[in-house]
């Protein structure tokens, strides 16, 4: 008779939700987020023309890419930039809720 312990095994990892770390405690994701944010941060403050509109808008993205990046909801344990993702991606599905 076969032991049932040897089919049971898999090799499908148990942290599959986990994001790589790239550069230091940084994710792909995250890096992506900081390298295009901080390229738009640096025209606007920097070499756009007008200093009083640059530095405001220069100041409104990196909030944004802080709050897309890096922000966690603990309600929902997801980051604010996927929880915008399924938002839009399911807004206009209709919504069932089942009664235990």
Known sequence: MSNNADSLES???ASIDIEEM???????RQLTYLCIGG???YNLIFKFSNHYIGWPLGGIVLIAVY????YKLKKHDRYLSEHLYYYYKYNKEQQIFLNK
């Open 39 to 41: 390229g738009i941060a």
């Open 67 to 70: 709050f897309l990046g890096f």
């Open 22 to 28: 790239l550069v230091g405690r940084l994710t792909g």
């Open 11 to 13: 090799n499908v990892p």
